[in-house]
């Protein structure tokens, strides 16, 4: 990583080997490094493993958070927020989604 760090292959295969390891902060931090280093243009796929990796890890909190961080990036995908927002029974926090939608 110390001399490849703008290869989004490097990034994408070291943060699924440490979510496949269960290193949950150090997963986290991998992703949030990841970011950092790679241009915007080649975050796509990087967010995309990023927002499954969170929705999975159970800390409900901590997926939010990095769910609002990705609409900054693509605002586009708050309808799956919201789908989430869903599925961990936080309505209020859905709801406040939704009417960002329709405005």
């Not at 490849?4 to 290193?23: T, V």
């Not at 159970?58 to 693509?74: C, D, K, N, P, S």
């Not at 029974?89 to 989604?97: D, L, N, P, S, T």
């Amino acid at each position: 990583l110390v001399h490849m760090h703008k290869m989004p292959r490097i990034w994408l295969d070291y943060c699924e080997f440490l979510s496949s390891i269960h290193r949950g902060t150090e997963t986290r931090k991998a992703f949030d490094r990841a970011l950092q280093a790679l241009p915007i243009t080649q975050h796509q796929e990087l967010w995309n493993l990023y927002i499954d990796w969170v929705t999975k890890y159970g800390v409900e909190e901590t997926a939010i958070r990095v769910y609002r961080r990705f609409l900054m990036y693509y605002p586009a995908s708050r309808e799956s927020f919201v789908t989430y927002l869903e599925e961990i029974e936080q309505y209020e926090e859905a709801a406040r989604q939704l009417s960002i939608c329709l405005n």
